[in-house]
């Protein structure tokens, strides 16, 4: 027996969890370094969007006096809005990759687990959007000179809410997958699109319907860009709005999570893991 081959079998406990979602992080990583459409993706969407909307708030800056109040609102929100769209497609695609190459079977006769499954999709996810984000916010520098980085440290907690709702919502995408079948991916693309209307990414909340309002507090991603606005707005960073957002992330993470293990449970009693596939 070699000594690498000793030296691995030794490896046990949160050690050996951390290899093994290092290694998942990487194998998912050189799926895209090894792909330029794929790097391509990452950046092409929130790039289209934020000219499409830069164009759009440069119009209005000069009809509207509250968004002259506050130039970049606009665009400010739409990278913030892709932010929480890239975190859940990111987690959910690979998770598909691994559904369309028929592999979950082959991964799960290893000593891979499936929250450490979880933990690298989480990863590659985080990867994926600050990959595609700073392209999208450098162009914005340039073409709008508007700098979504001088939001300073609270850009940080909105990204790190909107990331967990983003990853709450993921899993529950990938339970309804695992059980449904492929036949439910599309909700990958669609389901976080529900959202956008009572996330009040553009507008205040309280131009909703007051029938709706309700909801729209109960999602984090309202609290952000209600937070959003306060700071470029009043130049207040809002701890009330923020506090309730990370209340509503631990939710939106605990159901995604029970989901998902209650999803994955079944599927692994039925046998899915290995007929599930393309």
Not at 13 to 18: K, N, R, T, V
Not at 87 to 116: A, D, K, Y
Not at 193 to 202: E, G, H, N, R, T
Request: charged letters at 15%; hydrophobic letters at 60%.
């Amino acid at each position: 027996m070699s000594l690498s081959a000793s030296s691995a079998r030794r490896v046990t406990g949160p050690a050996a969890s951390a290899r093994r979602i290092a290694a998942m992080v990487r194998r998912y990583w050189y799926l895209i370094r090894g792909s330029w459409p794929r790097l391509a993706e990452l950046a092409y969407w929130p790039t289209v969007q934020m000219i499409l909307w830069g164009l759009v708030s440069q119009f209005f800056m000069t009809q509207s006096s509250w968004l002259a109040q506050a130039g970049g609102v606009l665009i400010a929100g739409v990278l913030l809005w892709d932010l929480l769209f890239r975190g859940q497609i990111g987690f959910t695609i690979c998770f598909l990759e691994e559904m369309w190459s028929r592999n979950l079977g082959h991964l799960f006769v290893s000593p891979l687990r499936p929250w450490e499954l979880v933990a690298a999709l989480i990863t590659m996810s985080a990867i994926r959007t600050v990959l595609g984000g700073v392209f999208a916010a450098v162009i914005a520098i340039l073409l709008y000179e508007f700098s979504i980085f001088d939001l300073g440290l609270p850009l940080l907690a909105f990204f790190l809410v909107l990331m967990g709702m983003g990853w709450g919502i993921g899993m529950v995408i990938t339970a309804v997958v695992l059980r449904a079948g492929l036949g439910a991916e599309s909700l990958a693309w669609v389901a976080m699109f529900a959202l956008a209307p009572i996330s009040a990414v553009y507008y205040p909340v309280d131009t909703l319907p007051e029938a709706v309002r309700w909801l729209a507090w109960l999602t984090p991603s309202a609290h952000v860009f209600e937070g959003m606005r306060a700071l470029m707005v009043e130049d207040v960073f809002r701890w009330d709005l923020f506090g309730r957002a990370v209340l509503l992330d631990v939710v939106y993470l605990g159901i995604g999570s029970a989901v998902f293990a209650w999803a994955f449970g079944k599927a692994r009693e039925e046998g899915k893991l290995l007929q599930t596939g393309e």
